[in-house]
């Protein structure tokens, strides 16, 4: 079987500290040869211009493609026009686009009254402004606040008809979910491709918290394999391995041979399980 393809998603650090060891996972994550690395963007733009100087420093220092989020929330069309023509300029061809959560935690979404309303709006106004790569979000368990499936399924469509070239999974564990997400898309005339979101268990915790908040299941038996493990980090780094692994093998039985792995700016976890998948390798003459 071909090693697969992947990408690998960053946060913009927000000290010195979390910012070498940020570039020292990029550099070690580089060498597998990512499709794309992606840096994300804070509720409300909080991380705008730390997000764009990610970018742009992976852009010029290490000739990765680099992606940047960018979100709709509580900016008018022209603050976001000037903030893709300078990724443009910079030399960033690729854009995530997400409608993204208000700066508030548990306020309801409220378009800006001169912003682009949805993502589906955002991708449009990308093309119009400069011919990216745009990708989007999909949400295999649905978006917490679409009605159902139908909704979910109408609004990636959206994103399509827009000029979305990808969509990229909220991680998941049960990998029927997935499964039964991609038939819906095929159903409802979504044709572009689907790529999990692959999350490393660095601490269960706080992931289980963080799901929480987006919308995410954790099954009891992805807890119960973690259980009286938080005081383990070398006991806990294996399980969380095993299991992305695990998935990961389960996902390309079903033909997916594209993962997006977020990284929270660690490497560790994320370089063992592209070993054990075969990407980044290089065979032997």
Not at 43 to 50: D, F, K
Not at 144 to 173: M, W, Y
Not at 257 to 269: I, K, Q, S
Request: glycine letters at 6%; charged letters at 25%; a negative charge.
């Amino acid at each position: 079987m071909p090693a697969p393809i992947v990408s690998f998603e960053f946060f913009p650090p927000n000290t010195e500290k979390m910012a070498a060891t940020l570039w020292r996972s990029v550099e070690r994550l580089a060498p597998i040869k990512p499709a794309f690395v992606s840096v994300t963007y804070g509720a409300g733009g909080s991380t705008r211009n730390r997000t764009h100087d990610t970018v742009e420093r992976i852009v010029q220092e290490t000739g990765l493609k680099a992606a940047a989020h960018l979100t709709c929330v509580a900016a008018a069309r022209s603050e976001i026009d000037a903030v893709v023509d300078r990724y443009w300029i910079a030399g960033v061809r690729h854009i995530v686009a997400l409608r993204g959560d208000m700066p508030t935690p548990d306020a309801a979404y409220t378009p800006h009254p001169d912003g682009y309303a949805y993502a589906s709006d955002l991708v449009a106004g990308l093309k119009r402004r400069h011919d990216f790569e745009i990708s989007v979000a999909a949400y295999p368990e649905k978006h917490p606040e679409a009605i159902d499936f139908a909704a979910e399924i109408d609004n990636l469509k959206r994103k399509q008809d827009a000029g979305a070239v990808r969509a990229i999974t909220q991680f998941f564990f049960n990998t029927d979910d997935f499964l039964r997400y991609r038939d819906r898309m095929d159903a409802g005339g979504v044709v572009i491709p689907l790529i999990p979101g692959v999350l490393p268990v660095t601490n269960f915790a706080a992931m289980a918290r963080f799901a929480g908040r987006c919308g995410a299941s954790v099954p009891t038996w992805v807890a119960e394999r973690f259980e009286g493990l938080e005081e383990d980090v070398e006991a806990r780094s294996g399980v969380a391995a095993a299991l992305a692994v695990e998935q990961c093998q389960r996902l390309r039985t079903e033909g997916v041979d594209a993962f997006h792995f977020y990284t929270l700016n660690r490497a560790e976890l994320t370089i063992a399980i592209c070993r054990m998948l075969g990407a980044g390798l290089v065979s032997a003459d």
